[in-house]
């Protein structure tokens, strides 16, 4: 493409182009860092979800290539060998890596790329292409608020929700590692100070391509 975008998806003028955010949502489980981004992919313009790849078995509402590209151990250490991941990480007994190819065709074609990853990940990004990233991370109310979510959307057993909030104040120590904090209260306040961060980031001047030429056919120089 030869023209920005800018945050309505309509192009600036000139022959600049930019290129997209890699933007990052993480939290505990049940904080509501998945519910944001499924929100954002709805309201916000070339927006994309990264689709990960993982080892964890589907579940029932889930979709090969929408929720997951699922597969074996082995196919995964692989890619890992290969170096095909941006980032990877174990958690909860299954492996999830980013697959990087996907990711740099969506920043090269202007869409912002919205990752839904836990702390290992986000560090990982922010050694490989730290340029592109803007970190956000999403806290619960309370422990008590984030029990309860996690009993309410019944995908764990017992025992799994007990090993979420063991890790639930291990991961949260995380949050000084990030650009943005989010505190969940209310979905839909959550989701406005997302797009506000996202908007902001998406107009910095390191994200533009050809923005030098641009200014110098504008002033003559």
Known sequence: MNEATDNTGNHAPGNISRRGVLFVLSSPSG???TSIARRLLEVEPRTRMSVSVTTRPKRP????????????????DQMVEQGGFLEHAKVF????????DQVEELLTEEYDVIFD???QGAQQLAQSVARDLVRVFVLPPSLQELES???RRA???????????????DEMS????????LINWALDDSVARARAILNAERTRRVRY???DSFVRSLTGG
């Open 155 to 169: 995908q764990d057993s017992d025992d799994v929700v007990a090993a979420r909030m063991a890790k639930a104040v």
């Open 61 to 76: 509402d889930e979709l090969e290539g929408r929720d997951y590209h699922f597969v074996s151990q082995a196919k995964f």
């Open 149 to 151: 979510r996690l009993k």
């Open 117 to 119: 990853i836990d702390w």
């Open 93 to 100: 007994g299954h492996c999830y890596g980013t697959p990087r």
């Open 209 to 211: 391509v050809g923005l």
């Open 174 to 181: 995380h949050y000084g590692e990030y650009d943005h904090v």
């Open 31 to 33: 904080a509501g860092k």
